[in-house]
């Protein structure tokens, strides 16, 4: 099973998304919110928070290594987590 990393998306959903056809976090993002309501364990909350493009717009292990970089440290903080 494909790992998701969204906010709100454990064990339980991830499998629930998965098993619908969804393989990674970008395929649910670009879902309709109507479409994750029909899953088992997807709420109105999480469906909305799921697919609002800013809010679920994850940083890439890329990004984070370069904001580290960027402000002079190379230690993760719990925010990269």
Known sequence: MSSF???????????SLYEAGYENTDEVRKARP???????????TIAERLT?????????????KE???????????LADF
């Open 34 to 44: 109507e479409e994750l309501l029909e899953l088992p364990g997807i709420g109105s």
């Open 67 to 77: 904001e580290r970089e960027e402000a002079g440290s190379n230690q993760a903080s």
């Open 5 to 15: 990393e969204l906010d709100g998306v454990g064990r339980v959903r991830a499998r």
């Open 52 to 64: 609002d493009k800013e809010l679920s717009q994850g940083r890439s292990e890329e990004n984070k």
